[in-house]
């Protein structure tokens, strides 16, 4: 059987400026592959490596982000006998445009600095802020150093069941690629993200008419859950390829264990996300321990749980970092970058 299809395809460009519920760790929210969780790190007995990006430029920075849409076109597909294209509309395929750059705009490791250069999408915007839908401020654009951009194809299928019942299944699929504007050159490496979400009705097989179940609210739904879906897996390749990275600015004589960093939750950091403690020895990352940070806005507080102690050479070096003074001896060469960044819990709302 040929699965049939109309596809929407929304072309995005976002441009950057670089400038569980038990003590095994946080409870995973679904969707999210590749969630590190605290459990994880625990039962962790492999060779210790660091995050990748661990030490690139954008690791350490801001990232301001600027977005507009473009190119929105329909791509038409065959039919089946007992299969069919859902038939999305022109509010649909704005709608989910704004619910993609609104949810952007929730990732706190992304500082969203928007711009629409369509009068009609501009005047769409306004149109649903008034009703509630969104919320947003115009910012002014600013010089660019890097483009993300993003390619968002939307579609589904109908099937029809003998049984006269219909299930709608929609699907998005996001491809995301960051360039340096300067070079020209991809930073990191292009992704691709799947989302999927179903509904059933009833409907006639003779008029394609839904007879039962069906409204255009609920699809509206059915569509944003399936972006939904491929934003937080999305999250994981944005925590790998962006992840955050800062100095060590102190160390507790209390409790080695416990530490300040410099980075907070304006910089997308939350309570579920754990960090690696590495040392710069002479350019050269060396991973020491897993923690789990308690974020304030601008810094935050860094719990060591696991130490990379089994080596004996690994072992005196950490005792030498546990004794009073010794961050200020050695010029703060001791950092942390992040293993994962949960959705955004914001993202629940919208």
Same mark, same amino acid.
């Given at each position: ?18 400038? *569980? ?28 490596? =660091? ?31 007992? *299969? ?8 649909? /395929?704005?709608?989910?445009?704004? $619910? ?7 990732? #706190? ?28 401020? #115009? /910012? /002014? ?28 299944? $929609? /699907? ?13 050159? =991809? ?8 989302? *999927? ?84 020895? *002479? ?31 690994? #072992? ?10 010794? =961050? ?23």
């Amino acid at each position: 059987m040929n699965c049939s299809t109309k596809l929407i395809l929304v072309s995005v460009l976002i441009s950057f400026v670089g400038c *569980q519920t038990t003590p095994k760790g946080p409870v995973q929210k679904a969707g999210t592959g590749g969630f590190v969780s605290r459990g994880d790190l625990e039962h962790f007995d492999g060779h210790w490596k =660091l995050p990748q990006n661990y030490k690139q430029e954008t690791s350490f920075s801001d990232m301001s982000m600027n977005v507009f849409f473009d190119n929105v076109t329909l791509k038409e597909a065959s039919e089946a006998k007992n *299969q069919r294209s859902l038939d999305i509309s022109e509010n649909q /395929k704005r709608s989910s445009e704004i $619910y993609l750059e609104t949810m952007m705009g929730k990732i #706190r490791r992304f500082d969203i600095k928007m711009f629409v250069s369509d009068a009609k999408a501009a005047a769409q915007r306004d149109e649903l802020a008034d009703i509630g839908e969104i919320s947003y401020k #115009r /910012k /002014k654009a600013i010089d660019l150093d890097y483009s993300l951009s993003a390619n968002m194809v939307l579609g589904g299928e109908s099937y029809f069941h003998n049984n006269g019942k219909t299930t709608n299944t $929609y /699907k998005v699929t996001i491809t995301f690629s960051v360039t340096d504007i300067a070079t020209k050159s =991809l930073v990191g490496s292009s992704f691709a993200v799947d989302g *999927q979400s179903q509904r059933e009705y009833v409907r006639s097989i003779v008029t394609g008419k839904y007879l039962a179940g069906y409204s255009s609210d609920d699809e509206a739904l059915a569509i944003k859950e399936a972006i939904f879906d491929a934003m937080k897996k999305a999250m994981k390749e944005f925590a790998e390829q962006f992840p955050v990275s800062g100095k060590i600015t102190r160390i507790s004589e209390f409790d080695s264990k416990i530490m300040g960093w410099e980075k907070g939750s304006a910089d997308g950091l939350s309570g579920d996300t754990q960090v690696c403690l590495w040392y710069d020895d *002479q350019g050269a990352g060396i991973p020491i321990a897993y923690g789990n940070c308690q974020p304030a806005e601008d810094d935050s507080t860094v719990n060591i749980y696991k130490w990379n102690d089994s080596d004996p050479k690994y #072992r005196a070096f950490i005792e030498r970092v546990q004794q009073p003074g010794w =961050l200020a001896q050695n010029n703060g060469r001791l950092y942390a970058t992040s293993l994962g960044l949960p959705y955004p819990k914001e993202w629940d709302s919208l």
